[in-house]
């Protein structure tokens, strides 16, 4: 379920946001995250355009299969894009995105690994946009170098897409470069203040946290009985083996049930954990057809 957002003031809608409304937000996502700063922009997504441009380009290696926004938009700011099997295979790189925990399939690698490849690249991107139901995973708190930029999205775990909010945790000179490169009023009033809300409500988060765990298991017995097998996933969605995935798409598509599909793989299929109870219902009969 979505954040419970209260009433906001008139003015958040009325008025443009003021630097110190942006400086207390931005304090309050780096004492979330365990960060020594952030900077705040208009979602992850934002950022996965800007990162491109803080550098010359050269050589990039995104590990996939992944995200694919981050080949395509350093693509086309001039980077030569390689898909990367592995961390391995990325050494060397000028500059290597790994999405951490993984989208579609999950996979996680520790922050010592990813430690230890920051010193093997020119720059490390490491997008935790779905970081959040487990911060103990994070970088953000053992990580502070000019080489390592950090995304973080703020509307997938607050369930609040829609308000267009993520931060950058990097060093001091990546994000001056960052918000030079964004403009002014990069995020707006109502984002601000709502970041401001959520972000500081750490019994919410931890109560979303350990909800979403016993959801993504109820998932996963849901999918086992219609035949699908877990690829992966984390506690914000799950992947599954279907026999097509076009065809499972459509069926579940007839029910009101969005789900996501990939152009590397006929057979994965991505689903968003359910919310109320409605949802559920739809989904079980779904799959019961």
Not at 53 to 81: C, K, M, T
Request: hydrophobic content about 50%; glycine content about 8%.
């Amino acid at each position: 379920m979505p954040y419970r957002l209260p009433e906001m003031p008139q003015s958040v809608w009325t008025s443009l946001p003021l630097q110190s409304d942006l400086s207390a937000l931005e304090a309050t996502a780096a004492r979330t995250y365990g960060a020594p700063r952030a900077l705040a922009l208009g979602g992850a997504q934002a950022a996965i355009q800007l990162v491109p441009r803080l550098d010359p380009p050269g050589r990039a290696a995104v590990l996939s299969p992944s995200y694919n926004e981050h080949a395509a938009a350093l693509a086309a700011q001039g980077w030569q894009v390689s898909q990367a099997p592995d961390l391995d295979a990325m050494i060397g790189a000028d500059l290597a995105v790994v999405v951490n925990p993984n989208n579609p399939d999950g996979r996680v690698w520790s922050s010592m690994r990813l430690a230890e490849l920051a010193s093997q690249v020119g720059r490390l991107v490491v997008d935790e946009s779905f970081m959040d139901a487990t911060p103990e995973q994070s970088l953000a708190p053992s990580m502070d170098s000019e080489k390592v930029v950090i995304l973080r999205s703020f509307g997938k775990f607050y369930g609040l897409a829609g308000l267009r909010l993520g931060f950058v945790i990097a060093g001091p000179q990546t994000l001056a470069q960052l918000r030079a490169l964004a403009g002014p009023w990069a995020v707006s009033g109502p984002a601000i203040a709502a970041g401001m809300i959520a972000l500081a409500d750490r019994d919410w988060q931890q109560d979303m946290a350990r909800r979403l765990l016993q959801d993504a298991a109820r998932l996963d017995a849901l999918a086992a009985r219609a035949g699908w097998p877990l690829v992966g996933g984390c506690r914000l969605f799950r992947t599954y083996a279907t026999l097509d995935a076009a065809r499972a798409q459509d069926q579940l598509a007839r029910a009101s049930i969005w789900t996501r599909r990939f152009p590397y793989s006929a057979t994965w299929l991505r689903l968003g954990l359910p919310g109320a109870a409605r949802e559920w219902r739809l989904l079980e009969q779904a799959l019961a057809a």
